[in-house]
């Protein structure tokens, strides 16, 4: 961080010299070192083709999932110029509350979220997806998808095998809205 001469600057923590008093306490050594290690694995991912098996489970995953009515992907992956991550997908289930759906997975052993991963277990609908123009309604029936970079194509089978049932369970169950399925 660069200051300007003379530019008052307040410590967040108090108590120590360091950094001409702008900042108390030693620093966390251990976590440096864990993070240089993180970011040299991240990095050698890169090359390893771990992306490139990601995004083509995530692929499978997603083409799947959308044979199922009233489906669909949040964001886009026509356009070149959309990057999304490799492992990640958001796709809402309309006719469906997502947290119903997440307690469906959940019990057949499937971890998926109805938010971002910063905001899980908030009760409102994800602000992101509401920036992306849906309405509260389907930012509702979102559930997000993230593969681990353990993931193996059994993995995406075995949730391919449970979505259906699970989704086709809980539609039963919901009161039928008009325009909410097709």
């Given at each position: 961080?660069?200051?300007?001469?003379?530019?008052?600057?307040?410590?967040?923590?108090?108590?120590?010299?360091?950094?001409?008093?702008?900042r108390a306490g030693?620093?966390?050594?251990?976590?440096?070192?864990g993070l240089a290690k993180a970011a040299e694995l991240a990095i050698h991912s890169l090359d390893d083709g771990t992306i490139d098996r990601?995004?083509?489970?995530?692929?499978?995953?997603?083409?799947?999932?959308?044979?199922?009515?009233?489906?669909?992907?949040?964001?886009?992956?026509e356009s070149k110029y959309v990057p999304r991550a490799a492992n990640t997908t958001n796709i809402w289930f309309d006719q469906l509350e997502g947290e119903a759906l997440v307690i469906a997975l959940d019990l057949k052993g499937v971890a998926v979220s109805g938010g971002s991963a910063?905001?899980?277990?908030?009760?409102?609908?994800?602000?992101?997806?509401?920036?992306m123009g849906l309405d509260k309604a389907r930012a509702r029936a979102s559930l997000r998808f993230s593969l681990l970079k353990t993931a193996t194509e059994a993995d995406v089978?075995?949730?391919?095998?449970v979505m259906p049932e699970a989704v086709e369970r809980l539609r039963k169950l919901a009161p039928v809205e008009a325009g909410t399925l097709g």
């Amino acid at each position: 961080m660069f200051v300007r001469r003379g530019t008052p600057v307040e410590s967040l923590l108090v108590g120590g010299s360091h950094e001409r008093r702008r900042r108390a306490g030693t620093e966390n050594v251990a976590g440096i070192v864990g993070l240089a290690k993180a970011a040299e694995l991240a990095i050698h991912s890169l090359d390893d083709g771990t992306i490139d098996r990601l995004g083509g489970l995530r692929h499978k995953l997603e083409t799947e999932i959308l044979k199922i009515a009233g489906t669909g992907v949040n964001g886009s992956d026509e356009s070149k110029y959309v990057p999304r991550a490799a492992n990640t997908t958001n796709i809402w289930f309309d006719q469906l509350e997502g947290e119903a759906l997440v307690i469906a997975l959940d019990l057949k052993g499937v971890a998926v979220s109805g938010g971002s991963a910063c905001h899980s277990g908030a009760t409102e609908p994800s602000h992101v997806l509401m920036a992306m123009g849906l309405d509260k309604a389907r930012a509702r029936a979102s559930l997000r998808f993230s593969l681990l970079k353990t993931a193996t194509e059994a993995d995406v089978d075995y949730v391919l095998g449970v979505m259906p049932e699970a989704v086709e369970r809980l539609r039963k169950l919901a009161p039928v809205e008009a325009g909410t399925l097709g």
